[in-house]
C-alpha cells in the first residue's frame, strides 16, 4: 500500500526557514520523479517543486524560484523541501506525491507570521 508521510512544518516568522520531509513506502520510490504541492485556504493546490528520480535538474514554481530547494535520498525513501526567506504568502498545507501515482498524504501544516 502505498503511504507518503509529510512532516517538518509548523509556525516561523517571515524569512525563516523550515525542511520539509516526505517519506515514501509501498512503491519503488527511485523510479519515480516527485513533487511537492501546497494548498493555501480558499485555493487550489498548485505545484512547487518537481525532481527526477535521479535528482537531476528540479524544476520550481516562479513563486518559490530561488528560496525553496527540492532534493532525495532514495536510499531513504525520503524527498525534502527545504524552503528559505519564507513569506506569510507560502502559508498552505505541503503535500508529497509521486508522478503517475495517484494517492497523497496527510500533508503538513506550514504557517509564514508574526
Known amino acids: 500500500q502505498v503511504q507518503l508521510v509529510e512532516s517538518g512544518g509548523g509556525l516561523v516568522q517571515p524569512v525563516g526557514s523550515l525542511r520539509l520531509s516526505c517519506a515514501a513506502s509501498?512503491?519503488?520510490?527511485?523510479?519515480?520523479?516527485m513533487n511537492w504541492y501546497r494548498q493555501a485556504p480558499g485555493k487550489e493546490r498548485e505545484l512547487v517543486a518537481t525532481i527526477t528520480s535521479g535528482g537531476g535538474v528540479p524544476n520550481y514554481a516562479t513563486s518559490v524560484k530561488g528560496r525553496f530547494t527540492i532534493s532525495r535520498d532514495n536510499a531513504k525513501n525520503t524527498v525534502y523541501l527545504q524552503m528559505n526567506s519564507l513569506k506569510p504568502d507560502d502559508t498552505a498545507v505541503y503535500y508529497c506525491k509521486a508522478s503517475n501515482i495517484g494517492y497523497w498524504g496527510q500533508g503538513t501544516q506550514v504557517t509564514v507570521s508574526s
Open positions: 509501498g512503491f519503488t520510490f527511485s523510479i519515480y520523479a
